[in-house]
DNA sequence: AATTAATCACTTTTTACCACTTTTTACCAC
DNA sequence: GTGGTAAAAAGTGGTAAAAAGTGATTAATT
């Protein structure tokens, strides 16, 4: 089972490239060559990356929402919208479409950013976003989680 | 049942490498060899080292958690963030992302740490921090004796 | 003797560029 | 409106130098 693990600082070129750190190369050697998914997270200002065998689990999910349900619809347009096929370049480098680096902020200046890897998926982020976001204060941990407790006891 | 104990001083070497105390390396050796899982600590400015059995079964729960549950993805991403696999090289020296490191304070020229045995895990301290915060005032540790205590007669 | 620390040489990865190709845009003539 | 062209922008490919990571050996300490 797909566990992707690890940190990554890395930075985007004049051009929004960015080399894949070569660690993750590692943990997707059997399957990053079937490409990868890039999309906006849904909740927060960052991106998403899913090996394209996860990004098809995705799919299959969204095609069982109804054509003619107009909440399936939203929700789905919600999902997937933005979501784009990359591979890597000879030289390792994926090409995040500029739209996407916008939604982080990221540009020929802020070019800093982290990818984190996430069990089945990774993370795109603004390295400035990533220290405050995810680095910043965890008062309400202790809450957050009893509440999560909570839902995996209930079911799933 | 893993029992981790001990209380072991070492150093960082100038490139971030750590070796793994041997009196550790012992009490891990029928899976040590599976490898080890470090991250950031949640509450406290140290790191904490799993045994990858132990991390897996962390993992286990993670992947139940829901893709479209706004809450789920907070908590996951809180708790894994930083998350890395690392294997003792051939020298028995653990290489800790310098990400990780700098979390806790460690650097070519503040490199002195304490790796403590905690049960199923392990943490790293910054060596001045560790003089601080556990050795340090002991004040109120009746008080949270008692909170604790209750806690336990409750549920768990 | 075994464990830990320090050092050096070497390899891989990452960054920062440059040169070139393709696509898009803007403008003008017919 | 259609077609053509030039300029601008965006996208690709490649490479040298810097930085980070790795392996191996020697020295010091317990």
Redesign the pocket.
Known sequence: MLNLLGE????A?????V?F???LKKQLENILHHGLVVNRDIFTQCLVIYPKPEWDKVNEEMSRLSRYNQKHQLFQRKFMKGATMIDL????RM?I??VLLEYIQINSKENDLVITGLGEKMEIWNSGAYQNQVLGDDMDFSDLAEEVRKDLDGKM
């Not at 990554?8 to 930075?11: E, R, W």
């Not at 370049?89 to 390792?92: I, Y």
Request: glycine fraction near 10%.
């Open positions: 990554y600082h890395c930075k070129d004049a051009k929004g490239r080399l750190p070569a660690r370049d000879a030289a390792g090409s479409p500029s």
